[in-house]
């Protein structure tokens, strides 16, 4: 089935702004003096560099090279990430870097054999898990008074929330990532039940998901898997 090329967008830097305020073909121009809140003053989209950047040429990495994560770019992931919305602004995802040798080899016996050496060869390795108890801080992250309540008196849901939003905001590491110019590989393979109780055991926090970063060695010399369509994937109603 072919599809389409979608029109380029304007480049536009990350920071939102653009040569001339023109957005892309098919859209109303973004005029200076357009009236706040005006339907017609549409954002711009990125460039094609970001979304090159963000979605068409990122690969996963099969290779680390020997640069260093510094933890600043820690740092600067997480700001980025806590940003994303969540229900209720509920931001129950935990990140847990490991960046030692040390810390990195206690993982070991926890992976699947397959993962093992791309795993821990990372410059960093990051658990990304979700607390069970994260209405325990919507007194000050949220404005609904009694939401901490409603999340407490109702076990299911505030699993079922924790990890649907813990999962939506591990969506969000790996694109900061990316923008970041970080390489981001995800690993579901392992043991969660030795994660939870070598890592986690003193925070009650559980196991999502795995990502080694880092700054790929090479490109991945394969071809990209074939992904699904449009039309294969997506219903208009």
């Known amino acids: ?46 460039d094609a560099l970001a979304l090159d950047r963000l979605f068409r040429q990122a690969r996963t990495p099969i290779g680390w ?21 969540t229900s209720g602004n509920c ?14 080899e206690r993982l070991r016996p926890a992976l699947s054999t397959g993962n093992i050496e791309r795993c821990l060869s990372a410059p960093v390795v990051v658990l990304v898990c979700h607390d069970p108890l994260f209405f325990e801080h919507l007194p000050r992250l949220s404005r609904e008074e009694n939401l901490r309540n409603w999340f407490a008196a109702d076990v299911g849901l505030s699993e079922e929330t924790a990890f649907r939003n813990g999962s939506l905001q591990g969506g969000y590491m790996i694109l900061a990532a990316r923008a970041l110019g970080l390489d981001v590989a995800p690993f579901s393979g392992f043991d969660s039940y030795t994660i939870e109780d070598d890592f986690l055991s003193d925070t009650g926090w559980r196991i999502n998901f795995i990502a080694g970063l880092g700054y790929a060695e090479a490109p991945p010399p394969a071809e990209r898997a074939m992904r699904l369509a449009f039309d294969e994937a997506c219903l208009v109603l």
């Open 1 to 46: 089935m072919s599809e389409s090329q979608p029109e380029s967008p304007v480049p536009v830097s990350l920071d939102g702004s653009s040569p001339d305020q023109t957005v892309r073909a098919g859209s109303t121009r973004r005029d200076h003096d357009a009236a706040p809140g005006d339907a017609r003053a549409l954002p711009p989209a990125l």
């Open 65 to 85: 090279s020997a640069l260093p994560v510094e933890r600043e770019t820690l740092v600067t992931l997480y700001d980025l990430v806590k940003l994303g919305p």
């Open 91 to 104: 931001c129950p995802a935990r990140l847990v870097f490991l960046t030692s040798d040390d810390m990195k």
